[in-house]
């Protein structure tokens, strides 16, 4: 049976979401085992979360039935726009670049490597407007965190001195 | 009575102290900034300065953060009546007529309109929480944890009934917030659970990572997805004060949005979204002139501008006077108060009479400022709506990242944040919002707590939530939400009103 585009593509939208719902709570639910579940009265660790990933789990197969039965085109300019790889690689790695960084080579290098990981997410950047930004951005973070808050972080690490 | 002028003068005096008029200006001017920027909501904005205000003192910490919060309602609809574009989810309807009034050359009118409707909104919605927090929190005084489990149960059904999207997906969101939470040390064995053999889930996940994941990073690639940005064109100001008869037809949206917006502020939800959608349908409903309604129609304005600030402020009744955010902005300030070793509920008020006074009255005063403030710096505000997208990212991503890493010097938290703005934006892209799962978050640790402290009060039988009349109400309030949200009927009435104010 031939589809549609918007179709297929709201269908899709449920479908994974809901399976992704499925997948975690089955991850909590068979997790439950490692733990001691106890009884209502005295309950263990894992009778809590039991339940509310069987719920979970519930929730997650009415969404995915739904994306089998719904043939409502949700809207259809959403997802029109493709994944932005270079940003989502260089947003989701900055925190981590960051948080293997900053003993090695302290506050100041640290937080203008991830200002500059921040200034080419977008990919109409210029070299002129990163260098800038990094400049005043890492100046910004040192006022508000090194000397406003006085976190107790060498500026320069290990690495360099 | 004489209590209550007591109250109001303890309140307006520690609110009127120099630290903390400073930290409400600081709180409303940001708020407005934010709630004008693209890409940079009020929840993150908290959640980023959360780690600021550690080291102030509980009363001005939330005096700022407040002002954060209904500051940006402001701002969300200055952009929405200048360039069509909402900054804040509860200022769509605003951009409907709002923008059509600025087309014809009365943003001006416009502008001032919402703000006049705002600032008496404002106040009213803070006398109304000088009257009915007092006796809202005696009376839940006699709650036990029965009455508390069923209350969170009742709040979490209520918001997901009243988010707008799939209300299914918001359910499996808001479990997922509360499986998050229960991973870490167990507070009654004291062993690890759910951390899945890794070590960086052994302290749990930081409230203050998870939105600033959730709500900041997934919101940056959001925002990346379109590519090249188009410069929105920003309507001339001129004129700011509405004419006589502008007043005279904005005067009675004004109040009946004051008073819908302050009712349905109060339940948990999507209070500020749905109250102006409401208004707007009612004052659509009631008007004489229904066909200027879409073509910039003052009332448009008015009502929805007035229900959404209100509402905004009287959200605050069920989480300081019972302890149970009903959105997840007040779950973040529940959060920021936990940090600060106080515990919202039914205690709150008589045990903190400074802090709970002082922040009411800040409201009013903050409301003022941004009446004052922003009016004549509309300038300014447009200004700010020029600067491109791109150079906002590093200034997000360097606090965010500086922020979490600030609270506790752990490298797991960033990771941790990584992680959950990968899931969140995945997610997100597959339209499940993420306002449950903080929400589930949360309430979730407080959800099990009540549970436990039930069943070994009934001795391991759960019928003790149905044997308790209150507990009992709530529940069959809870049911009758989920009824609803299942019967196609009204699932549809939804539908309606929700996309009546987006188109």
């Given at each position: 049976?031939?589809?549609?585009?918007?179709?297929?593509?709201?269908?899709?939208?449920?479908?994974?979401s809901g399976l992704v719902f499925v997948g975690i709570a089955a991850l909590f639910a068979g997790h439950s085992m490692v733990h001691t579940i106890g009884t209502p009265l005295r309950m263990g660790p894992g009778f809590f979360p039991l339940i509310v990933s069987l719920l979970m789990g519930m929730m997650g197969l009415i969404v995915i039935l739904q994306a089998f039965r719904s043939a409502r085109a949700e809207d259809p300019e959403e997802d029109q726009h493709p994944i932005p790889w270079r940003g989502a690689l260089l947003t989701l790695g900055g925190p981590i670049v960051f948080a293997l960084t900053i003993t090695g080579l302290g506050l100041?290098?640290?937080?203008?490597?991830?200002?500059?990981?921040?200034?080419?997410?977008?990919?109409?950047?210029?070299?002129?407007?990163?260098?800038?930004?990094?400049?005043?951005?890492?100046?910004?973070?040192?006022?508000?965190f090194a000397w406003g808050l006085g976190l107790p972080l060498r500026l320069f690490g290990t690495w360099i001195l | 009575m004489e209590d209550l002028l007591s109250n109001v003068a303890l309140g307006l005096t520690t609110a009127m102290s120099l630290t903390n008029l400073f930290y409400?200006?600081?709180?409303?001017?940001?708020?407005?900034?934010?709630?004008?920027?693209?890409?940079?909501?009020?929840?993150?904005?908290?959640?980023?300065?959360?780690?600021?205000?550690?080291?102030?003192?509980?009363?001005?910490?939330?005096?700022?953060?407040?002002?954060?919060?209904?500051?940006?309602?402001?701002?969300?609809s200055t952009t929405a009546i200048l360039?069509?574009?909402?900054?804040?989810?509860?200022?769509?309807?605003?951009?409907?007529?709002?923008?059509?009034?600025a087309k014809k050359g009365r943003a001006g009118a416009a502008l001032a309109t919402?703000?006049?409707g705002s600032f008496f909104a404002g106040t009213v919605a803070t006398v109304l929480i000088v009257l009915v927090a007092p006796p809202l929190a005696s009376f839940a005084l006699s709650f036990g944890p029965p009455e508390y489990f069923s209350l969170v149960v009742l709040g979490l059904i209520f918001s997901v009934t009243l988010a707008h999207g799939s209300p299914t997906k918001a359910l499996a969101m808001t479990f997922l917030g509360i499986l998050i939470g229960t991973m870490g040390r167990d507070i009654y064995t004291g062993e690890f659970r759910y951390t899945f053999g890794l070590t960086l889930l052994e302290d749990g996940v930081e409230l203050t990572g998870?939105?600033?994941a959730v709500f900041g990073l997934a919101e940056i690639l959001r925002n990346l997805e379109t590519p090249v940005e188009q410069r929105p064109v920003v309507a001339k100001v001129k004129g700011l004060f509405p004419t006589r008869q502008d007043l005279r037809r904005a005067g009675l949206p004004v109040v009946r949005g004051t008073f819908l917006g302050s009712l349905l502020g109060v339940l948990p939800g999507a209070g500020a979204i749905i109250a102006s959608f409401a208004s707007y349908s009612l004052e659509k409903r009631l008007s004489s002139r229904k066909e200027e309604f879409g073509h910039g129609a003052i009332e448009g304005v008015a009502g929805p501008e007035s229900a959404n600030n209100a509402a905004a402020q009287t959200s605050f009744i069920p989480m300081l006077t019972l302890g149970v955010p009903g959105n997840a902005i007040m779950a973040v300030m529940l959060g920021a108060l936990l940090i600060q070793g106080i515990t919202p509920g039914p205690t709150f008020i008589s045990a903190n009479p400074e802090l709970f006074w002082g922040v009411i009255a800040s409201m009013w005063l903050g409301n003022l400022m941004l009446l004052v403030l922003n009016l004549p710096l509309v300038g300014i505000w447009v200004k700010?709506?020029?600067?491109?997208?791109?150079?906002?990212?590093?200034?997000?991503?360097?606090?965010?990242?500086v922020g979490t890493y600030s609270i506790g010097l752990h490298a797991a938290d960033l990771y941790i944040m990584a992680g959950m703005g990968l899931i969140g934006y995945v997610l997100l892209r597959w339209g499940c919002?993420?306002?449950?799962?903080?929400?589930?978050?949360?309430?979730?640790?407080?959800?099990?707590?009540?549970?436990?402290?039930?069943l070994i009060i009934s001795r391991g039988d759960p019928m003790i939530f149905f044997q308790r009349p209150i507990s009992a109400t709530l529940l069959l309030l809870a049911l009758i939400a989920i009824v609803a949200m299942v019967s196609p009927r009204l699932r549809r009435k939804r539908a309606e009103i929700i996309v009546e104010g987006e188109s």
């Open positions: 049976m031939p589809k549609s585009d918007t179709k297929t593509a709201a269908n899709r939208k449920d479908l994974f100041v290098p640290a937080t203008a490597l991830i200002v500059i990981m921040g200034a080419f997410a977008s990919r109409d950047m210029t070299w002129r407007g990163a260098v800038l930004s990094t400049v005043l951005v890492t100046l910004g973070c040192l006022a508000i | 409400c200006f600081v709180g409303v001017l940001v708020g407005t900034a934010v709630g004008i920027l693209p890409g940079l909501g009020p929840l993150a904005t908290i959640a980023l300065l959360l780690p600021l205000t550690f080291g102030m003192s509980p009363t001005s910490a939330l005096i700022m953060l407040s002002g954060i919060f209904y500051g940006s309602q402001y701002g969300g360039i069509k574009l909402p900054g804040e989810a509860a200022a769509a309807v605003t951009a409907i007529d709002g923008h059509q009034m919402a703000a006049i998870l939105a600033i700010i709506l020029t600067i491109p997208y791109r150079h906002l990212v590093p200034i997000i991503l360097g606090v965010c990242t919002e993420p306002a449950p799962l903080i929400l589930g978050f949360v309430l979730g640790p407080l959800m099990e707590e009540y549970l436990r402290r039930s």
